[in-house]
């Protein structure tokens, strides 16, 4: 979470994807910051510290993520952080609204 002050403004979240059995695969899900909040550096450090956390972790080699097609910010924040595309699937999205979700992984390399 991320508060300014007592308010909460962010959150983010990572987990290990509970649909690989090898659990060599995070994923990234639930991100939202506030738009005031926006344009201020949360992004890059909601961003690092999910990646550095992937780095971290003893079993994963990737991390994939995904946004409805009108989410332009996580489009361009994905690609920014070097994910690439890996498909578009159509979606009926919570809200009831049904849209195609983009797709995308991260390469960790190993050292």
Same mark, same amino acid.
Do not use: C
């Given at each position: 979470?991320?508060?300014?002050?007592?308010?909460?403004?962010g959150?983010?979240?990572i987990?290990?994807?509970r649909d690989d059995p090898t659990n060599s695969?995070?994923?990234?899900w639930g991100s939202w910051? =506030?738009?005031?909040m926006r344009g201020k550096g949360l992004s890059e450090m909601m961003y690092?510290?999910?990646?550095?956390?992937a780095n971290v972790h003893p079993t994963i080699e990737k991390i994939i993520v995904s946004h409805r097609a009108s989410n332009l910010s996580?489009?361009?924040?994905?690609?920014?952080?070097?994910f690439s595309p890996t498909g578009i699937t159509e979606r009926l999205w919570?809200?009831?609204?049904? =849209? =195609?979700?983009?797709?995308y992984e991260l390469k960790l390399s190993r050292k």
């Open positions: 979470m991320i508060f300014d002050g007592q308010t909460p403004v959150m983010t979240s987990s290990v994807y695969t995070a994923i990234m910051l =506030e738009p005031h690092g510290s999910r990646i550095n956390w996580s489009k361009y924040a994905n690609q920014k952080h070097g919570p809200d009831g609204i049904r =849209e =195609e979700e983009f797709h």
